[in-house]
Nanobody, 124 residues
Framework: QVQLVESGGGLVQAGDSLRLSCAASGRTLSGSTVAWFRQAPGKEREFVAHIRWSGSSTYFADSVKGRFTISRDNAKNTMYLQMNRLKPEDTAVYYC?????????????????WGQGTQVTVSS
């Protein structure tokens, strides 16, 4: 049974940084695509970024490009989302998701496994 656990959220001020973690258990992330999505109150869940574990190719939404980066730790089976220069509009619950089938996608339905989410709040 695959489990994804996010951590690292919190309350920060605009311009600050946070690093989110997504730790996987039950299956190695090798061969997967792991993504971050976020959902703000009253809004639909939106794609943030993904990384293809094999080859480390990444893709970011335009809204976070240049501010967010993704990294991974194979030994810990963990992915990280480094968020810099945070803005109030980045406030949301952030979810990590994984899939071992198909091609990397921006669509939430393409991911079978999800974490419980971690809250990020950016004050102005």
């Amino acid at each position: 049974q695959v489990q994804l656990v996010e951590s690292g959220g919190g309350l920060v001020q605009a311009g600050d940084s946070l690093r989110l973690s997504c730790a996987a258990s039950g299956r190695t992330l090798s061969g997967s695509t792991v993504a971050w999505f976020r959902q703000a109150p009253g809004k639909e869940r939106e794609f943030v970024a993904h990384i293809r574990w094999s080859g480390s190719s990444t893709y970011f939404a335009d809204s976070v490009k240049g501010r967010f980066t993704i990294s991974r730790d194979n030994a810990k089976n963990t992915m990280y989302l480094q968020m810099n220069r945070l803005k109030p509009e980045d406030t949301a619950v952030y979810y990590c998701a994984a899939t071992w089938v198909g091609v990397p996608t921006l669509i939430s339905g393409g991911y079978a496994y999800w974490g419980q989410g971690t809250q990020v709040t950016v004050s102005s």
